[in-house]
């Protein structure tokens, strides 16, 4: 740990989850605003199919995720997590900035689509290597007692961009009409998150590194090992695989409550607006329940602040998505979709502290980058579209509820099986 007893500067732990927040922010104005984007780069006369052509494009994104996590994510376990965090920083950057200024279909041709694809090919890529070295990098730099909490402003940084997505789309859906959030509404969403770029690489250009320090301090702790990689991670498959399953569950649930806005326009065909406002309610709710939760998971343990929560969303998710469906109106909306947010943002935060806390800082980097990556490529990139075509096949609205909870009882088995990794509790039964 490179800061003495507990004491450690926010402006480090916001700079290092600045680059997630800003690719949540662009990922969900993206999904917002997927009909309008789609009208603007795949204008088709059959609407349900352009909006299919968006969402692959928003799915797309997540191929790159892998090769982006095992490139960046293990340069970062050799070179250090500061270069490899600006690095992506950068690149999302560019992504952002980019896509929001090509020009049109309608403009440019064809070259609009191809160059829209090439900026999600090239933000997944920078997106794959951002999370495994922020998220080692603060788990080395925070206290270990307080991992959890800590650990938690990755996910509580990505839900205040979920509720500045929210805010802004809702004022732009207010106050423009269909047609300007078309041609330009949702350029301007986009350049409003591109303004944090310069001031968050500003900030990472202060960090200190941590690298070097959790591996002397592992050295002390036991001999040091300079056998190849997949020798190393060899004893970790458990964790890795366990890992891999929890995180994918809860990027579907994830990814299953950000099509709420498509959902509630495209399906249940309620005014812009009134989709919009979830995104506000989501944002804030998952804020306060995810600082709660990792302060739980430092309290009472990683795995009882996972099943508990995770059981509750199970029996949870199909009379939600009913009453949703059923009424049709904001107050069923908000109202059911509030339980899922505050009982999901409760149950995803100590998986990824699990997974960090069981790798040792030696491949840490890498090895939350690809696991992460690949449940976030396999299953945030195709979740969206799958709920589209599983709706379109079965005329089913409560199709949603159907996948996202066959993916919650393959999640909570894994949370049985994980081991608890919480130190104070580690101590306790040492």
Known sequence: ????????????????????????????????????????????????????????TFGIGFVMRPVGAIVIGRWADRAGRKPAMLLTFALLGIGIAGMALTPSYAQIGI??????????????????????????FVAELVPAAKRGFYLAMQFAMQDCATL???LIGLGLAFYLSDAQLQSWGWRAAMLVGAAIVPFGFYLRRSLPETL???????????????????????????????????????????????????????????????????TIINGAFSVVTEFLSGWLADRYGRKPVMIIPYTLLLVSIIPCYWVIAHFRSAPALYAAESIMVILAGVAQIPVLVVLTEQVPASI??????????????????????VIKQLID????????????????????????LVKESAPALQRRIG
């Open 1 to 56: 740990m490179s800061e003495a007893g507990s004491r450690v500067p926010l402006r480090h732990v916001f700079a290092a989850f600045a680059g997630n927040a800003l690719a949540f922010y662009d990922f969900l104005t993206f999904s917002y605003f997927s009909i309008d984007i789609g009208r603007t780069f795949f204008p088709t006369h059959d609407r349900a199919l352009s909006l299919l052509a968006s969402l692959a």
């Open 111 to 136: 070259a609009a689509p191809i160059i829209v694809v090439s900026l999600r090919l090239m933000q997944g890529f920078a997106l794959g290597g951002e999370v495994g070295p922020t998220t080692a």
């Open 164 to 166: 500045a997505a929210g």
């Open 212 to 278: 070097n320090t959790a591996k002397e301090a592992e050295a002390d702790a036991g001999p040091k090992t300079e056998a190849p990689v997949l020798e190393r991670i060899r004893p970790y498959r458990r964790i890795l695989v366990l890992g891999f399953v929890m995180l994918a569950a809860g990027t579907i649930g994830s990814y299953a409550i950000g099509y709420m806005t498509t959902y509630a326009r495209d399906t249940l065909h309620l005014a812009t607006t009134v989709a919009f406002g979830f």
């Open 364 to 385: 840490r980097s890498g090895a939350v980058a690809i696991v992460y990556a690949f449940a976030i490529s396999i299953f945030g990139g195709s979740t969206q579209a």
């Open 393 to 416: 096949w079965t005329g089913d609205p409560l199709a949603p509820a159907y996948y996202w909870g066959a993916a919650t009882i393959v999640g909570l088995v894994a949370m049985f």
